[in-house]
């Protein structure tokens, strides 16, 4: 088979250890072969027709190899394609995604294709300086180094519309119930009803008030996406009011500005609270870019905690898929063809990011979501705390509760005859033991059933691993 007059198929080749290698679900009109050289080439060098202008170093040096292919129809299968490292201009993510995650997403010839994962090379990695702090940075600043128990984070809401003064006291309320953290909402930034440094300053007033009142180091993360240059002026304002932590919406901002930005944030010592806010757009359906790959390019560019999804709550992505999420941020993987995903390896400077689970979290939740994330997680809950029927402190105990009840393995409706808070928030939302259960046991077969998983998703693609992600 030959796509423009090159055939970009090499079923021998061997990805050397410098090679970014690619995992696509692809499924077009002609046949599968065809289509996997047509990736190839459209990502790599080549293009519909012969070139009179190609060249021997082009072509040995610089093509992409389809080196493995499981084929599922006659035209549509997964296909693993290896990149040389000199193709790119390493230190550019911008020019990496134009290459391996541009124009192939627009082929006519394609009905479907997803970008399911690309495994970096540590010679990639080299270029890259990681988060500044990650999981031990923000656990030495909290003090949760010895016990390494989970964090508690809140969302203040409503999501906008509250005054500064007002959300600092909300968010005083969080941190005396038991929040180590307080974010912003990925849409409240710098609104006129509630101004950025305005609300800052009311903030980094709160995080004394705690300190001085309980001793406790909180952290809270102002939003400051917007523009480059207004990034910048809102990263100076809060260095020099002795902030310690911004938010990002690291997905919205995109990798030219995030790649800048971040750089100026470890330069002035700022913890990064990544929001990946709009990934899903281009997560789901046919044509995509898995959201793996967007974590990879956040952990090497250096944010410290990452949104990666709960597994349990209101938004996408199962347990299995969101426990590979977490393991990815913070961990050397081996390869899960069934939930789409590569082998990865880290090299040693590019730290462990704090996984952040968050999105329709309550207390009857949390059994299922420390079962997927283990004790390395943000555990955050918006409505979850601000909704309870006691206010946000009462909301903020109650959520406590049920992660020392999980950690200390005692089953929430027992916890919940000796504590109050956590007893109400139980019949507010309603506490199913069968969710934890049912999460517990598909957690615990995935590695029992991994070569049947495997085999599985070869054979049947992509609505096989979805069944999974
Ligand atoms: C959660 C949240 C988070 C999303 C993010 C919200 O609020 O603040 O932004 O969950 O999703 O605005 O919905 P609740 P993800 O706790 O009230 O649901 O972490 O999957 O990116
Ligand atoms: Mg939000």
Same mark, same amino acid.
């Given at each position: 088979?030959?796509?423009?007059?090159?055939?970009?198929?090499?079923?021998?080749?061997?990805?050397?250890?410098?090679?970014?290698?690619?995992?696509?679900?692809?499924?077009?009109?002609?046949?599968?072969?065809?289509?996997?050289?047509?990736?190839?080439?459209?990502?790599?060098?080549?293009?519909?027709?012969? +070139?009179?202008?190609?060249?021997?170093?082009?072509?040995?040096?610089?093509?992409?190899?389809?080196?493995?292919?499981?084929?599922?129809?006659?035209?549509?299968?997964?296909?693993?394609?290896?990149?040389?490292?000199?193709?790119?201009?390493?230190?550019?993510?911008?020019?990496?995604?134009?290459?391996?995650?541009?124009?192939?997403?627009?082929?006519?010839?394609?009905?479907?294709?997803?970008?399911?994962?690309?495994?970096?090379?540590?010679?990639?990695?080299?270029?890259?300086?990681?988060?500044?702090?990650?999981?031990?940075?923000?656990?030495?600043?909290?003090?949760?180094?010895?016990?390494?128990?989970?964090?508690?984070?809140?969302?203040?809401?409503?999501?906008?519309?509250?005054?500064?003064?007002?959300?600092?006291?909300?968010?005083?309320?969080?941190?005396?119930?038991?929040?180590?953290?307080?974010?912003?909402?990925?849409?409240?930034?710098?609104?006129?009803?509630?101004?950025?440094?305005?609300?800052?300053?009311?903030?980094?007033?709160?995080?004394?008030?705690?300190?001085?009142?309980?001793?406790?180091?909180?952290?809270?993360?102002?939003?400051?996406?917007?523009?480059?240059?207004?990034?910048?002026?809102?990263?100076?304002?809060?260095?020099?009011?002795?902030?310690?932590?911004?938010?990002?919406?690291?997905?919205?901002?995109?990798?030219?500005?995030?790649?800048?930005?971040?750089?100026?944030?470890?330069?002035?010592? +700022?913890?990064?609270?990544?929001?990946?806010?709009?990934?899903?757009?281009?997560?789901?359906?046919?044509?995509?870019?898995?959201?793996?790959?967007?974590?990879?390019?956040?952990?090497?560019?250096?944010?410290?905690?990452?949104?990666?999804?709960?597994?349990?709550?209101?938004?996408?992505?199962?347990?299995?898929?969101?426990?590979?999420?977490?393991?990815?941020?913070?961990?050397?993987?081996?390869?899960?063809?069934?939930?789409?995903?590569?082998?990865?390896?880290?090299?040693?400077?590019?730290?462990?990011?704090?996984?952040?689970?968050?999105?329709?979290?309550?207390?009857?939740?949390?059994?299922?979501?420390?079962?997927?994330?283990?004790?390395?997680?943000?555990?955050?809950?918006?409505?979850?705390?601000?909704?309870?029927?006691?206010?946000?402190?009462?909301?903020?105990?109650?959520?406590?509760?049920?992660?020392?009840?999980?950690?200390?393995?005692?089953?929430?409706?027992?916890?919940?005859?000796?504590?109050?808070?956590?007893?109400?928030?139980?019949?507010?939302?309603?506490?199913?033991?069968?969710?934890?259960?049912?999460?517990?046991?598909?957690?615990?077969?995935?590695?029992?059933?991994?070569?049947?998983?495997?085999?599985?998703? +070869?054979?049947?693609?992509?609505?096989?691993?979805?069944?999974?992600?």
């Amino acid at each position: 088979m030959v796509y423009g007059g090159y055939s970009y198929i090499d079923k021998r080749y061997e990805p050397t250890q410098d090679d970014f290698v690619a995992l696509f679900w692809v499924e077009g009109k002609n046949r599968i072969e065809k289509i996997a050289e047509a990736i190839a080439a459209e990502s790599s060098v080549g293009t519909w027709t012969k +070139l009179k202008t190609m060249n021997e170093f082009v072509w040995q040096r610089l093509r992409a190899r389809v080196f493995r292919i499981a084929e599922v129809s006659a035209n549509s299968g997964l296909v693993w394609i290896a990149y040389p490292f000199e193709h790119f201009d390493t230190k550019n993510i911008i020019q990496f995604k134009a290459s391996v995650l541009g124009n192939i997403f627009g082929m006519k010839e394609l009905n479907a294709l997803v970008a399911l994962d690309i495994q970096f090379p540590k010679r990639y990695q080299e270029q890259f300086s990681g988060p500044l702090g990650g999981i031990e940075g923000i656990r030495k600043r909290i003090g949760t180094e010895k016990t390494a128990r989970p964090h508690l984070g809140t969302i203040v809401k409503p999501k906008v519309g509250l005054t500064p003064k007002e959300f600092a006291a909300v968010a005083y309320e969080a941190y005396v119930g038991g929040c180590d953290f307080v974010k912003d909402d990925e849409n409240l930034v710098d609104q006129d009803f509630c101004k950025f440094w305005e609300r800052a300053i009311a903030m980094l007033e709160v995080l004394d008030r705690i300190k001085s009142e309980t001793g406790r180091t909180v952290l809270y993360a102002p939003n400051i996406s917007d523009r480059y240059e207004v990034m910048l002026e809102r990263l100076d304002f809060l260095k020099s009011n002795n902030a310690s932590m911004v938010m990002l919406d690291v997905f919205q901002i995109g990798y030219s500005a995030l790649a800048n930005i971040l750089n100026e944030t470890k330069k002035r010592g +700022l913890f990064v609270h990544a929001h990946r806010a709009g990934y899903a757009a281009e997560a789901r359906g046919k044509f995509g870019i898995n959201f793996v790959i967007h974590e990879k390019f956040y952990r090497l560019l250096g944010v410290d905690q990452l949104h990666v999804g709960t597994g349990v709550g209101k938004m996408e992505g199962s347990p299995l898929y969101v426990r590979r999420l977490n393991r990815i941020l913070r961990e050397d993987v081996e390869e899960a063809i069934h939930l789409g995903s590569l082998a990865q390896n880290w090299s040693a400077h590019i730290k462990p990011v704090f996984p952040v689970a968050s999105g329709g979290i309550d207390p009857t939740l949390v059994e299922g979501a420390l079962a997927i994330h283990g004790p390395d997680v943000v555990l955050q809950a918006g409505g979850g705390i601000h909704g309870h029927p006691g206010g946000t402190r009462v909301g903020a105990i109650a959520m406590v509760q049920a992660i020392d009840a999980v950690i200390s393995n005692i089953p929430l409706r027992e916890y919940a005859k000796t504590h109050p808070e956590l007893k109400s928030a139980l019949e507010l939302w309603g506490y199913r033991p069968r969710t934890a259960n049912m999460v517990k046991k598909l957690l615990e077969q995935e590695e029992k059933r991994k070569a049947v998983l495997k085999r599985a998703a +070869l054979k049947q693609g992509f609505k096989e691993i979805l069944k999974y992600m």
